[in-house]
């Protein structure tokens, strides 16, 4: 029986390969592209497949470099389906990369446990979407919405304390 044989890589170029992944991916939205996987990335970045894989499976909290993704584009579509309250649910995702509306709902299940629409009816119930508050600090702000951290920077912050 063959015994696969462990890649011995330095720490320093799968953290170095982990955060020209995640530079790539957050500069100007790339995580939306369609047809984004290993073999493509890896060419993009100039990295070898195994490398990039054995990064985020050290890094990333996903494990997958399909899963990265896919929480990259999810975060991003809950702030679009908050940011644009009258685009359909389907325009969101393809502004997040993903064309299948079904591909689309259940991915947005896993990570937020409820329905693009249900996400948006939690921040802004439909009986006080157009209430607003007026103080005199602040001018009019709209007290019904919670905010959520920002995705840009998230990840990579994380790597810095590494």
Known sequence: MEEKK??????????????????????NHNFTREGLNRVSLSEILDSNEKYLCMAVRKYSKEKTLKKLIEGMRMKYAASLLLEY???PVDEIARMCGIESRCTF??????????????????????DEMNETEETEETGPTD????????????????????
């Not at 462990?6 to 500069?27: G, I, N």
């Open 105 to 126: 709902y259940r991915a947005f299940q896993r990570q937020y446990h409820c329905t693009p629409a249900e996400y948006r009816q939690q921040y802004y119930p439909l």
């Open 143 to 162: 007290k019904n919405l919670k905010t959520e951290p920002t995705l840009i920077g998230m990840e990579l912050s994380n790597l810095k304390q590494l």
């Open 6 to 27: 462990e890649l011995k890589v330095s720490p320093a170029l799968l953290q170095y390969t982990y955060r020209k992944l995640l530079e790539f991916l957050q500069k």
């Open 85 to 87: 309250m009258n685009y």
